[in-house]
């Protein structure tokens, strides 16, 4: 597939080190006025590096009282796994019986609705009321949803075929997967009579990617398969760095740009357009708890 160098690149990278330079005083302040937060993260390989970045993140700001209250990350596993750790080895539990956790973090694997969100939902709330939960709703697993019986299989089996992948196909699969989120997450936000459980809309942030990269509107990648390092779906530092502004910008509604990930392989202009993009994404979808 042939990409052409399409002449809204320069207008578009000016555009994001301006509003940066521009932004930078009032993300100053807008960090000043948020309250530090104790965080706890769950969840697998598509999100357990956030932390470290979070963590990072925060110390370029001017926010107070922020703190990493713990991490239990296990590969490949839904939420309901977390859950089912013995008591004795479950820091998370202990983390929520505690009532010291401000923010908890979840990423379901494909099982949805997972009982594993619902029960550290009202475990947490049970210790502090006031306590918010984010759940990652992430991008598809070798690309697309398993096939039902009878139909091809369309999912890749290599990373290099990613190349070809319709961002519509993309998309309609993360639409599919975040809508089962959303309903689970709606039905504890009414059975608590309060928002209180949010969505990280992180699978579209990198179908948007994915989408200027195929537009050949984000400098210096030019093929899908670049942003990933198998055909399983993990990925490279530029999504990575997308998906801790995306979980940034939830856990402290407000932007992530002029805020940047440590991740030495995205140049300052690809920060940039990742922290725009997370931002725009997150702000904009009601379910995020942002705006």
């Known amino acids: 597939m042939h990409i052409h160098r399409h002449?809204?690149?320069?207008?578009f990278l000016a555009a994001c080190l301006l509003v940066s330079l521009a932004s930078a005083s009032v993300l100053a302040a807008d960090a000043a006025a948020v309250s530090g937060q104790r965080i706890f993260y769950t969840g697998h390989s598509f999100h357990m590096f956030v932390p470290g970045m979070i963590e990072?993140?925060?110390?370029?700001t001017d926010i107070q009282g922020h703190k990493l209250a713990g991490q239990q990350g296990i590969g490949g596993s839904k939420v309901i796994q977390h859950w089912q750790v013995p008591d004795e080895k479950n820091s998370a539990k202990k983390a929520l019986i505690s009532g010291e956790v401000d923010v908890f973090t979840m990423a379901p694997h494909l099982l949805i609705p997972d009982e594993g969100i619902t029960n550290f939902v009202n475990l947490g709330l049970e210790h502090n009321p006031n306590m918010r939960f984010l759940v990652q709703a992430s991008w598809y697993l070798?690309?697309?949803p398993a096939p039902?019986?009878?139909q091809p299989d369309r999912r890749i089996k290599d990373n290099a075929q990613r190349d070809d992948m319709k961002i519509a196909d993309l998309q309609a699969a993360v639409d599919g997967w975040r809508t089962k989120i959303e309903a689970?997450?709606?039905g504890l936000n009414k059975q608590h009579g309060k928002p209180c459980v949010f969505i990280v809309p992180a699978g579209d942030a990198v179908v948007k990617l994915r989408a200027m990269v195929v537009a050949g509107?984000?400098?210096?990648?030019?093929?899908q398969s670049a942003l990933f390092r198998d055909p399983i779906g993990h990925?490279?530092?530029?999504?990575?760095?997308l998906v801790a502004y995306c979980n940034f910008a939830a856990i402290y509604?407000?932007?992530?740009?002029?805020?940047t990930a440590p991740e030495r392989s995205v140049n300052a202009a690809q920060h940039a357009i990742l922290q725009q993009i997370a931002w725009d994404t997150v702000s904009k979808y009601a379910p995020a708890g942002v705006k």
Do not use: Y
Request: a neutral charge.
């Open 217 to 223: 509107e984000f400098p210096g990648i030019t093929k």
């Open 7 to 11: 002449p809204f690149i320069p207008w």
């Open 253 to 259: 509604r407000i932007s992530p740009v002029g805020h």
């Open 56 to 60: 990072a993140m925060v110390k370029s």
């Open 235 to 241: 990925g490279q530092g530029h999504i990575m760095a």
């Open 184 to 186: 689970q997450v709606a």
């Open 148 to 150: 039902e019986p009878g």
């Open 142 to 144: 070798f690309d697309l």
